[in-house]
């Protein structure tokens, strides 16, 4: 049912070198190409669906490298260039000088029929966010949903191309998108401001965006769609729950905060004192999870299904899948039980409840002391493959560096700190194990703190009763201090010694 329209395979063939041109026509599976790599000092590569050939045995030299980037436009802030009239998207790597010495030419192609699968939700009217693994054809399934609200619905469509690959490269844009309207943006770091433009000025029914990724751009968002304004995007993640776990997009979804619930109101629940909710309505109406090129899951209701996940509650969701003969199915996935109480994300951290943690860009030491200190035992692994939760720092996230995107390709949650402080880990460590010390080691879940104050007064007791002297559980310097205010209030004695994170009171006469 998919029909490609138009991918411009020569003009992207046609820039290569002589000899590496030659060897590419001869494959026989060309048309499937998905992209050609040159690295300096390395044999040039062609990328197909299923296999990778090499194109000739020779190195790739910088002469090669420059035939390429001579052929096409000047590469963008986000170091990505294209080829006029195309939606081929050419990627750099960049020396310390800023010389070239390694080039990504991927294929970019133009296809009908991607969005039947999803043509109700597009045609709603509500705003649609779509999430996937890199490659999976997040774009070209934003491309058309840009037409068809174009052309089929007669809307007035603006598209905000960042780096070009909606619309394609150069001032017209490709007839893919129809008669919808293209902003370019200069910087990737000006998306935010280019898309509250595009609302102020050209009066739009919809707003095409890709790759929400900073907090700018998750409040220009917002601030779309508190406007009326039809929004449609993608955003880095691969599932809702990557969102919920990632305090720089949550706000895409209604963001998250933590609230401390009265005695009385707990029990009503049946929840601990500190759960999180929901701050606000979700940007997205909408969130449809691109599987495959053919399967998909959605969300149809973002503000439920963010609740019911808070909440520890099993939500069904919808699974659409195209058939060889073009029929759309559709069927309601059977939740997995809930075997405990724990909020997300920690309840969501893929099948798996117990939290195997990839750290990547934060301080190790200083989360382990952090975790000590709230009785968690972490298990934290060293290959990427072993875990299912990443967690990073936002500065670490904003440059998409290898470990990260495939960390997104593989299904892996990430938990982004907005910054790599003690504030910040023990927020995660609350959010990702709300039942902390006791419930690693009882079914009675007690808060740590009045654990630790519940030890200093057991001490005071003993040396009352004659014991010389008490030494109690390595504890933070918030919670010694405390323990110290305890036994001051008994009369008794205290000092701490040892060094963090094993430093500890002592109480004695």
């Known amino acids: 049912m998919q029909k490609v329209i138009t991918d411009d395979l020569d003009a992207l063939v046609n820039i290569l070198p002589t000899d590496i041109r030659k060897a590419l026509k001869a494959q026989p599976d060309l048309a499937e190409l998905v992209e050609v790599v040159l690295d300096l000092g390395r044999s040039p590569e062609a990328r197909f ?91 070209t399934m934003l491309r058309e949903i840009a037409r068809v609200l174009a052309d089929d619905l007669d809307k007035r469509v603006v598209i905000v191309d960042t780096s070009n690959e909606i619309a394609g490269d150069g001032d017209i844009p490709h007839p893919a998108i129809g008669t919808a309207r293209r902003m370019q943006v200069s910087s990737p770091n000006l998306q935010h401001a280019v898309m509250i433009e595009a609302v102020e000025n050209h009066m739009p029914e919809v707003i095409v965006i890709d790759e929400i990724g900073t907090e700018l751009e998750a409040q220009a968002a917002r601030t779309i769609a508190e406007r009326g304004v039809q929004l449609v995007g993608t955003a880095h993640g691969n599932t809702l729950e990557n969102l919920m776990m990632n305090p720089t997009l949550a706000d895409l979804i209604g963001g998250i905060q933590t609230v401390t619930l009265g005695d009385e109101e707990a029990r009503r629940r049946g929840t601990q004192k500190s759960i999180q909710e929901r701050m606000a309505p979700p940007t997205f109406d909408i969130v449809v999870e691109i599987q495959d090129r053919d399967r998909v899951a959605i969300h149809p209701e973002v503000a ?5 996940r808070l909440r520890g509650r099993p939500l069904a969701t919808e699974i659409r899948w195209l058939e060889e003969k073009g029929e759309v199915k559709i069927e309601k996935a059977t939740p997995l039980p809930v075997t405990s109480r724990k909020t997300a994300p920690g309840a969501s951290i893929r099948e798996n409840r117990s939290p195997r943690i990839f750290i990547f860009g934060t301080n190790r030491g200083r989360l382990e002391q952090l975790a000590h200190e709230r009785g968690i035992n972490l298990t934290i692994v060293n290959d990427l493959s072993q875990a299912n939760l990443l967690l990073t720092a936002k500065s670490f996230y904003r440059r998409r560096p290898p470990r990260i995107k495939e960390a997104e390709a593989a299904g892996i949650p990430l938990y982004v700190l907005k910054s790599n402080t003690p504030n910040q880990l023990r927020q995660f460590l609350d959010n990702t194990f709300p039942g902390g010390r006791a419930e690693a080691k009882s079914q009675v879940r007690e808060d740590p703190v009045q654990q630790a104050l ?56």
Do not use: C, W
């Open 49 to 139: 669906p299923k296999r990778e050939v090499v194109l000739r045995p020779e190195e790739v030299t910088q002469p090669d490298i420059d035939h390429v980037v001579a052929g096409v436009s000047v590469f963008s802030g986000d170091n990505r260039a294209g080829i006029e009239r195309t939606l081929h998207r050419i990627s750099a790597i960049r020396n310390r000088q800023g010389r070239v010495i390694g080039l990504t030419l991927r294929v970019g192609r133009a296809v009908f029929g991607t969005i039947k699968i999803i043509e109700d939700l597009v045609s709603s009217g509500k705003s649609l966010l779509l999430l996937g693994r890199p490659g999976v054809g997040k774009t």
């Open 304 to 308: 439920e299904a963010v609740d019911a």
């Open 454 to 509: 519940n030890e200093a007064e057991k001490a005071v007791n003993e040396v009352k009763n004659g014991q010389e002297m008490v030494e109690l559980s390595p504890q933070s310097s918030y919670i010694r201090r405390l323990q110290h205010m305890v036994a001051e209030k008994n009369e008794l004695f205290s000092r701490s010694l040892g060094r963090e994170p094993e430093r500890r009171v002592r109480v004695y006469r």
